[in-house]
Nanobody, 124 residues
Framework: QVQLVESGGGLVQAGGSLRLSCAAS????????MGWFRQAPGTEREFVAG????????YNVDTVKGRFTISRDNAKNTVYLQMNSLKPEDTAVYYC?????????????????WGQGTQVTVSS
């Protein structure tokens, strides 16, 4: 059983930056693809970024390309989401997810473990 704990959320002005972290325990971290999802009020949870278990492959959805970067440190059992040039529409609860597979998928039903979420609020 893998436990995921996110941190780093908060309130930031538009144009600012935040770095989210997700610490994993209870499993072999390097055997899991990792991802970040987000959910704004009244919307479905959506895929934001993913990274393969080696860190070699990454993917960002179009709405965050050029602004968000996902990375991982397998020695620290941690995945990160660096968020730059934040916009009010990025406001959401951000969730870390783990998948017992080589790589990521945008299908949230295919992810095995979830964190509790961290709130990101971007003011205009």
């Amino acid at each position: 059983q893998v436990q995921l704990v996110e941190s780093g959320g908060g309130l930031v002005q538009a144009g600012g930056s935040l770095r989210l972290s997700c610490a994993a325990s209870g499993g072999t971290f390097s055997s899991y693809a990792m991802g970040w999802f987000r959910q704004a009020p009244g919307t479905e949870r959506e895929f934001v970024a993913g990274i393969s278990w080696s860190g070699y492959r990454t993917y960002n959805v179009d709405t965050v390309k050029g602004r968000f970067t996902i990375s991982r440190d397998n020695a620290k059992n941690t995945v990160y989401l660096q968020m730059n040039s934040l916009k009010p529409e990025d406001t959401a609860v951000y969730y870390c997810a783990a998948r017992a597979a080589f790589s990521y998928t945008t299908n949230r039903e295919a992810w095995n473990y979830w964190g509790q979420g961290t709130q990101v609020t971007v003011s205009s």
